[in-house]
């Protein structure tokens, strides 16, 4: 069973670039599937941020896209978020999510970190 | 991109069956995927393409879709199932969306 797990600072300064990573276990990102990115705010219903394929191409929510990239790094077997010009409004719990086999859904998922965005 | 509307709320006695619905004017062209997230924990895949159930997952969770709604229905409630639920679509270029989430109370 594919393991996911996220990493990364806990709390970030606004107007900084939140980054996060995500390990992935027990499957190889370049063999195919694709990855996602999900937050939910507090008190607050699931948020897409974006998926990256196996190939490296990107798709991103429209609300984020001039701030959003993500990232892979086969090699190290992760891939990565970078969210820039963060706000108080980016405060949440990230995900990170593989995705399910010929579907637009995610099946896996990592336990989630939040991510406090404050000065 | 477009939404995908949920109720907010739905109470069922145990051993009754729920109903929760999903909304969205794409959905007579896309599929909808159903998960259940219970407090503290990430969300599970408990429906894929409106009606199929991944490994693991109770037959008593069912999907059906008329035009522009899809209803996840939920047979013999039980108290476990108490859980907010969300459906999810993407659109024809991956860009997916989540509704707003439905809170299934347990009486």
């Known amino acids: 069973q594919v393991q996911l797990q996220e990493s990364g600072p806990g709390l970030v300064k606004p107007s900084e670039t939140l980054s996060l990573t995500c390990s992935v276990s027990?499957?190889?990102?370049?063999?195919?599937?694709?990855w996602g990115w999900i937050r939910q705010a507090p008190g607050k219903g699931l948020d897409w941020i974006g998926t990256i394929f196996y190939d490296g191409s990107t798709y991103y929510s429209p609300a984020l896209k001039s701030r959003v990239a993500i990232s892979l790094d086969t090699p190290k077997n992760q891939f990565s978020l970078n969210l820039g010009s963060v706000t108080a409004a980016d405060t949440a719990v990230y995900y990170c999510?593989?995705?399910?086999?010929?579907?637009?859904?995610?099946?896996?998922w990592g336990q989630g970190t939040m991510v406090t965005v404050s000065s | 991109s477009y939404d995908l509307t949920q109720p907010p709320s739905v109470s069922v006695s145990p051993g009754q069956t729920a109903k929760i619905t999903c909304s969205g004017d794409?959905?007579?062209?896309?599929?909808v995927y159903w998960y259940r997230q219970k407090p503290g924990q990430a969300p599970v895949l408990i429906l894929y393409k409106d009606k199929e159930r991944p490994s693991g997952i109770p037959e008593r969770f069912s999907g059906s879709s008329s035009g522009t709604t899809v209803t996840l229905t939920i047979s013999g409630v039980q108290a476990e199932d108490e859980a907010d639920y969300y459906c999810q679509s993407a659109d024809s270029g991956a860009i997916c969306v989540f509704g707003g989430g439905t809170k299934l109370t347990v009486l």
């Open positions: 794409a959905l007579s062209k896309q599929f």
């Open positions: 999510a593989k995705g399910l086999k010929a579907a637009d859904a995610f099946d896996v």
């Open positions: 027990r499957y190889a990102l370049s063999s195919g599937y694709y």
